[in-house]
């Protein structure tokens, strides 16, 4: 569209708007159309599950523009840009591994609560495939260069993320019936959406084991009034339910992350001191066979860790630090 001077000025449009904004594509506003069962025609739906995850998708996007496509915001600043708490955001960021949108690299952790993550952005509407074996070598000299692996060969598709309706074509709905008659919850048009919308995610007995486990957990809490309501709200909103014991062994680990975050402090710091005080050539080496066993552990896009190596190489020592202590026999 070609705007005048004078309607350019009284939208404040201004020509020299560098870092003023950054791209998420069109996909992440736009969704895509699916035919809705119950509306009996095409609907536009969303690739995400929920506003937040659609906020952290953006979030991370955000960063990862600004830096070479990684992206590292601590879970912290996640949540604050997505408006959100870290429980939420450390929800969103599985699923939105699992669905492919993001790759995630996990770095151990120091003595910060909220040292980050490494994050690259991939494309909603197109995944790419790469080699089964990439190239990636670590200098064996102090002079040499990293290298990065050339571009892979990126093998173009469309994925498929709409719901699978053969799932409630095939499903046993009366199933369903039986087994609410037997919790003694009466099967309402709520809680019957609620298990169609549950089977477009899961399978069948998926869903009946998921039913079972979050009727028997609810049924053994202490101090709740109303089993049926409540069960029906978890299934609705597709949440679990915490048993005590449950919570009682969050609790321990809590305490047991505690312990070892005190013993990681002690140990960072012999780590680094025993390492820089090697020869270059000596740590080029350990470097290396670091690096060896961290791709072995993580499938991990080593153009990533390529440009981290050439622009931070604090972060990338940090990345790699548990499996330097592993060749250092520390």
Known sequence: MDLTPEIKEQLGIVDNRKDFYFKVENAVIDGYMEYDTELKRDAP????????EKMVFIVLS???NNNDGIAFPSIS????????GATKVRECIKSLEKKGFIKKVTRPKTNKDNDSNLYSVKNIEILEKKPLKENFSIPTSPHEVATSPDEPYKELHKKNYKKN???IKNANLDIFEKLFEEFG????TKNQSSIKKLLFKMSQEAVIAYLKETYTNISSSPGVENIAALFSAKIEKQERQVTAAARKAIALREKQIEKEKKSLNTQNTSIELTFYALPEKERLRIEKE???LFSQEQNIDSGIMAKMRENNYLMYFQTLKKYISIVLNL
Not at 45 to 52: G, T
Not at 77 to 84: D, E, G, H, P, V
């Open 45 to 52: 739906k969303d690739y995400f599950s929920n506003i937040y």
């Open 62 to 64: 955000r960063y990862a």
């Open 77 to 84: 600043t996640i949540a604050r840009n997505a408006l959100c």
């Open 165 to 167: 309706h053969d799932s």
């Open 185 to 188: 919850i009466n099967y309402t």
């Open 290 to 292: 670091a690096f060896a």
